[in-house]
């Protein structure tokens, strides 16, 4: 297992309610990434972090926030969910540690569904 | 700004044919990683393969090849007598080494391989 975790898997809500996806690392990766992906779409980056309290916004980041204060933990907040937001969401890491074989390799977790009504 | 082109949508074969996914990766960066990943009908992502943007060499991993032309910025993936098993959406990504590693993903390439 590559030692990461996404909480919860699957999560149905109403628009308008307040998300947060957790993702759990046992790795000590520095890099973490939360990617959305919808048909037609590829997996978009939303926002990533770089380390502790080190994060900024990928592409589709408008209506998401982000925050990671352990290395194990990267959450992706939905302050007020929209039925746009409705998607499978993966997290990822990389080590990133230079010269080292497979550094920027992603591995990915399993993936959250969420549904938004 | 990086870019991440897969043509196709959609490849349909029957097993034992060979199929090639295409990718094309547009970039500033003089120095990049291009990567594969498979997803399979289960859902999770699989890293398949990366190669360095400086390292032309093709390679070849059992019924698996990949053909990286850095002059048209193609990293072509080859599967050789199909299975049934690599039927899956495989996404082709990029990563430059000035976007803090940040991974540009193609919008994938569904593969059916019917027996």
């Known amino acids: 297992d590559a030692g990461i975790t996404q909480s919860p898997r699957h999560k149905v809500t109403e628009t308008g309610t307040p998300v947060t996806l957790r993702c759990h690392q046992t790795?000590?990766?520095?890099?973490m990434y939360w990617y959305r992906q919808d048909p037609g779409h590829g997996l978009r980056l939303i926002h990533y972090?770089?380390?502790?309290?080190?994060?900024d916004k990928g592409e589709v980041s408008d209506g998401y926030s982000v925050s990671r204060s352990k290395t194990e933990d990267f959450l992706l907040t939905l302050e007020s969910a929209t039925s746009s937001q409705t998607s499978v969401y993966f997290c990822?890491?990389?080590?990133?540690?230079?010269?080292?074989?497979?550094?920027?390799?992603?591995?990915f977790g399993a993936g959250s569904r969420l549904t938004v009504l | 700004a990086q870019k991440v082109t897969q043509a196709q949508t959609e490849i349909s074969v029957v097993e034992k044919e060979d199929v090639t996914l295409d990718c094309v990766y547009e970039?500033?960066?003089?120095?990049?990683?291009l990567f594969w990943y498979k997803q399979p009908p289960s859902g999770e992502l699989v890293f398949l393969i990366r190669?360095?943007?400086?390292?032309?060499q093709n390679e070849i991993s059992g019924r698996y090849s990949w053909n990286f032309q850095k002059s048209t910025s193609s990293f072509n993936f080859t599967i050789t007598a199909s299975q049934v098993v690599d039927s899956a959406v495989y996404f082709c990504?990029?990563?430059?080494?000035?976007?803090?590693?940040?991974?540009?993903f193609g919008d994938g390439t569904t593969l059916t391989v019917k027996p």
């Open positions: 970039t500033r960066d003089t120095t990049y990683y």
């Open positions: 990504a990029g990563q430059g080494n000035t976007n803090a590693g940040k991974s540009t």
């Open positions: 972090s770089y380390g502790v309290k080190d994060t």
């Open positions: 990822a890491i990389r080590p990133g540690l230079a010269g080292l074989s497979g550094a920027n390799v992603l591995t």
């Open positions: 790795e000590n990766h520095r890099y």
């Open positions: 190669r360095n943007s400086f390292d032309e």
